[in-house]
């Protein structure tokens, strides 16, 4: 019985016959429950790309008679999650009706507008620019993907043969036309042309199939698509190597990321020229394939096929004319060397957007590169946050699998220059771009705090992270560190943090941490070092290893921290922001202290010798000094709390109340009221502040800075 799923070697056959017989009757239901199975294999289509429907006869609310409807997907989101919110139901007849009023080619985005005229259920999502091609097919379940194996075939020169030699004429053929009204009038007509036939071809672009029933809608797509990519394996090194061949080897695993890592700060400085960007780095296997090969310096140029690729990873990326093996430590020098490439790819962007351009086409945008490849090491994407700089590096992925393809089976071509930019520049595109929400005042930054699996600098994280920050998790408990990631990635998602496990004395480790950072989001420009102990003894009782390890923590792991930070910073040369937490110690004197109060003491004076001295690089330092926060702090868990409690003659659980008293604001410090303050250190507001100190205690008047 499950023979069926035995015959499929290139996608996945998905299918519960149970759970889908549970759904029986609910045309939508199986509809979503197809179109999850789909959107789970990314061989059948990109995130996000693609769409699926059904028509089914609803009773209409006006009329109370039953009517046809069409479920569509919505206007953006991806199939693979996608739910009944996500959908657009539409009255069949009166989206064919529009056709009465349709004035041509020239007018069809006013179509668009028009959609909203033919909703059915007013919860819809706003309808997208692919409703006309599901809506003019006659067919009751229709798959519209961008599988690589089939776009392969779609962007070969003579595409439109080999699909003819393939499917013997069964699969039909529409040539490139940008989505919208008339393509969906194209679709129609080649299906009157060729009745009978089990799916459509759109040239560069994609494919489309259907079914009578959700199944054997399901069922057509994954024969079809296997059969390309039956075709494709076929043929791989048959006429020629794959990409002509590798012209370079990439280095050991462990280099690649040591050289990414020295890079991607540079890169991400020279990305930044407009609007300040988040790296992505992958040294996949397809994609060192492709940039090691002979082929690169012709394919990479000619840039991507499939709109959806495109629109995510620019016209085309720039490639490095460094080795793999390089020497990248003399920063000046690698950025001089950089420059005129960065410089040539800005005016390539220029001239592309002058020659393209129509007189009411949106104003230029960022002209910096989206991918660049790095022979021999990997690639990077960069992009306004994580999220959309690795998608971006995933369509990348897609784009190489179709000129991989598209080499092997005949030649790759890709997108007319004029029409990459009228899908890019589209006023209809522009328009979804005005719609996204402000980006959030840390978006874009990337913020490393130390000692942040808990209290003070887990309240920190959470509060960057709030405000759009990416972050680095860091700190030298291994368990804790790993509850943290556990919280963080059900609370903001794998794109929002890395983690490192660093203690501040090791240099070693703290430069393992900046190259996390680097190989995570391209680099850092926030640092908050947070990381501490106290120890509270008498003179007599103070041993040199208290000492020593006060001093070792607090003051020279706040400096190896900024050291090793600074050198990434300048890197960018975006400026950045260093903020110290360290205490109303510093200022105040104290019995039984000497070791942590002149440590903190040292934390302080050494935050403004740094704020001298990095104010020329655009790098703040300030320090933000807090007074008894005791909640989820583990400097508080143990004995240095019962020794508090003991100093001043109250229980341990009464020490919070105890401390607010001795404030002018009789209030309890909490974690979130630190963070708070180094969130108005970095939000903006406090740009033009270096070499300050920030109270956050309630009020102590022994602590006011003088
Ligand atoms: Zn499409």
């Not at 994609?206 to 994954?222: C, H, P, R």
């Not at 090194?237 to 690649?256: E, Q, W």
């Not at 200022?587 to 002149?598: E, F, H, I, M």
Request: net charge neutral.
């Amino acid at each position: 019985m499950k023979t069926i799923e035995k015959q499929f070697k290139n996608v996945s056959y998905l299918w519960d016959e149970q759970k889908a017989a549970a759904l029986a009757g609910d045309e939508v239901a199986l509809l979503i429950y197809r179109s999850n199975l789909l959107g789970a294999d990314l061989r059948l289509t990109n995130y996000g790309g693609g769409n699926t429907s059904c028509k089914a006869l609803a009773k209409d609310p006006l009329t109370g008679k039953e009517t046809e409807i069409m479920w569509v997907k919505g206007s953006g989101g991806d199939i693979g999650t996608l739910k009944r919110s996500g959908l657009a139901a539409l009255y069949v007849d009166r989206l064919r009706s529009l056709t009465n009023v349709y004035r041509g080619i020239d007018a069809e985005d006013a179509m668009v507008e028009l959609f909203n005229h033919c909703i059915y259920d007013l919860a819809s999502k706003a309808p997208s620019i692919d409703t006309p091609l599901h809506g003019f097919l006659p067919f009751k379940h229709i798959d519209h993907l961008h599988p690589d194996a089939a776009i392969a075939i779609a962007a070969a020169k003579d595409g439109k043969k080999i699909t003819q030699e393939i499917f013997h004429g069964t699969i039909g053929w529409v040539e490139w036309q940008r989505p919208g009204f008339d393509l969906g009038l194209k679709l129609k007509q080649c299906l009157d042309d060729n009745p009978g036939i089990r799916g459509i071809m759109l040239g560069s672009h994609g494919l489309f199939t259907w079914g009578d029933t959700a199944y054997e809608s399901y069922i057509n797509t994954l024969e079809v698509i296997e059969r390309c990519a039956d075709y494709l394996n076929d043929n791989y090194g048959k006429k020629k190597p794959v990409f002509g061949g590798n012209k370079i080897t990439s280095l050991d695993k462990a280099k690649r990321l040591e050289q990414a890592a020295s890079l991607a700060p540079v890169l991400r400085g020279f990305c930044s020229s407009h609007t300040r960007m988040v790296g992505h780095f992958t040294d996949d296997d397809r994609v060192l394939e492709f940039i090691n090969s002979n082929d690169l310096t012709k394919l990479a140029p000619m840039g991507t096929s499939c709109p959806d690729h495109f629109l995510r990873t620019k016209i085309s990326p720039l490639v490095l004319d460094i080795k793999p093996h390089e020497d990248l430590s003399e920063t000046k020098e690698l950025k001089e060397r950089l420059a005129p490439a960065f410089e040539d790819y800005r005016n390539m962007y220029q001239e592309y957007y002058n020659t393209c351009k129509h007189v009411n086409s949106p104003a230029i945008r960022d002209a910096n590169p989206v991918v660049i490849l790095y022979p021999g090491v990997g690639m990077f994407t960069f992009a306004k946050d994580k999220q959309t700089a690795r998608v971006a590096a995933e369509f990348y992925i897609n784009a190489i699998n179709v000129m991989k393809g598209a080499e092997a089976i005949s030649e790759y071509t890709s997108l007319p220059r004029q029409e990459a930019f009228n899908i890019e520049y589209w006023l209809l595109e522009e328009a979804k771009l005005q719609r996204m929400p402000k980006p959030k005042a840390l978006s874009g930054k990337i913020a490393l705090i130390t000692g942040s699996a808990g209290g003070i600098g887990k309240a920190i994280a959470k509060k960057f992270a709030d405000e759009g920050a990416c972050i680095i998790l860091s700190d030298n408990d291994s368990n804790r560190l790993k509850e943290a990631e556990e919280e963080f990635k059900k609370q903001y998602g794998k794109d929002a943090f890395a983690s490192s496990l660093m203690d501040v004395t090791s240099s070693s480790q703290i430069e393992g941490s900046m190259k996390v950072a680097a190989l995570a989001f391209g680099g850092v420009d926030i640092v908050v070092n947070n990381a501490g102990l106290s120890i509270s003894k008498s003179i007599e009782d103070h041993t040199e290893k208290d000492w020593d390890i006060l001093y070792d923590v607090l003051v020279k792991g706040q400096f190896l921290v900024t050291q090793s930070s600074i050198s990434i910073m300048r890197k960018q040369a975006l400026g950045g922001d260093v903020i110290n937490i360290v205490s109303k110690n510093a200022l105040v004197s104290g019995p039984n202290n000497a070791g942590y109060g002149s440590a903190k003491a040292a934390q302080l004076h050494l935050s403004r010798l740094n704020a001298a001295e990095l104010g020329s690089d655009k790098i703040r330092v300030n320090v933000v000094n807090p007074d008894a926060v005791i909640a989820d702090s583990k400097i508080w868990a143990g004995a240095w709390a019962e020794g508090r409690a003991k100093a001043y003659n109250v229980k341990v659980e009464d020490l919070p109340a105890f401390y607010a008293k001795r404030t002018l604001l009789n209030e309890i410090i909490l974690p979130e009221d630190i963070a708070n303050a180094c969130f108005a250190f970095t939000g903006g507001l406090l740009n033009k502040s270096t070499g300050n100190v920030l109270n956050v205690d309630g009020g102590v008047a022994m602590g006011f800075v003088r």
